[in-house]
């Protein structure tokens, strides 16, 4: 076991120099496994909360000025997590690798509305998950590291609404990479990555049914980049995220250090 902390950052321009990112306080995060590292989302209020865990039995709330533990799971379950959400004042919602997927009261003991499993032949993939989708419908999806994605209604966990199958080329080499993120300005719009060197953006207004392929409309593939030998690897998309303000702009990070920030069109609406 390793002790580690959660380092808190002041990134306002208010001190100085005012290019320089400094560290205010640190969180204590007890007996964490190598190699896993802590999962961490903000509850935004007057009084910030950082909800953190390794795996749901390690999962607490803690007040980030007085650093008082305010809600914690109370299990002694194992499972291990691959993302958090803070939903609202009160909410959040968790994925495990196995596929687990649950929403959580925190003004109530631990009783999440869950999905246990993502369904038969989930064995040996490991998932994540997101909430949020503009529009009517499902807003929860859950992508798995085979590239099979299902979106969920978060008033009804029990059976996913619809299950397709992304043309990913290859199952994710790093499954903690995984990220599938919902677009903020669009209706019915997310994103996938971490399989290889791109980006896929995919409209799921007419998804239904189970075991469907789809295909993305639109492939970012600008981190791939080879030498004329093509004997490097290509690099892995690290990471993504939608811009705040721009709809169809798109952030993303690889293993070879590079950020692209990038557009991208609707082939159909662009005829």
């Known amino acids: 076991m390793l002790q580690t902390c959660l380092n808190i950052l002041d990134l306002s321009l208010s001190h100085f120099p005012p290019d ?3 560290a205010v306080s640190t969180i204590d995060v007890h007996e964490c496994e190598e190699p896993l590292w802590p999962r961490v989302a903000i509850f935004p209020s ?29 299990v002694s379950d194992d499972d291990v997590l691959s993302s958090l959400q803070v939903l609202d004042t009160d909410t959040f919602a968790f994925c495990c690798s196995s596929g687990r997927l ?19 032949g989930s064995t040996g993939r490991q998932w994540c998950a997101e909430a949020g989708g503009r529009g009517p419908g499902p807003s929860i999806a859950r992508l798995g590291s085979d590239g099979q994605l299902c979106l969920l209604d978060p008033r009804d966990l029990c059976q996913p609404v619809s ?13 903690e990479l995984l990220r599938v993120t919902w677009a903020s300005g669009l209706d019915n719009c997310l994103a996938i990555s971490g399989f290889d060197g791109t980006v896929q953006v995919y409209d799921v207004t007419s998804w239904a049914g189970v075991g469907r392929q789809v295909e993305p409309l639109f492939t970012h593939r600008g981190h791939i980049f080879l030498d004329d030998s093509g004997m490097d690897p290509a690099p892995l998309v690290t990471t993504h995220t939608w811009h705040p303000y721009k709809p169809r702009t ?20 662009s005829r």
């Open 250 to 269: 798109v952030l993303s990070a690889a293993s070879d250090a590079s950020l692209h920030v990038w557009d991208w069109v609707d082939p159909c609406a």
């Open 102 to 120: 649950g929403l959580v009261d925190t003004r109530q003991k631990w009783a999440p509305s869950e999905n246990l499993s993502p369904g038969p």
């Open 46 to 74: 007057v009084a910030p909360g950082v909800l953190h865990g390794t795996r749901l039995s390690s999962l607490k709330v803690v007040d980030l000025h007085s650093q008082k533990t305010m809600y914690t799971s109370g």
């Open 163 to 175: 299950s397709v199958q992304c043309p990913v080329s290859m199952p994710s080499p790093e499954p």
């Open 20 to 22: 320089v990112i400094r």
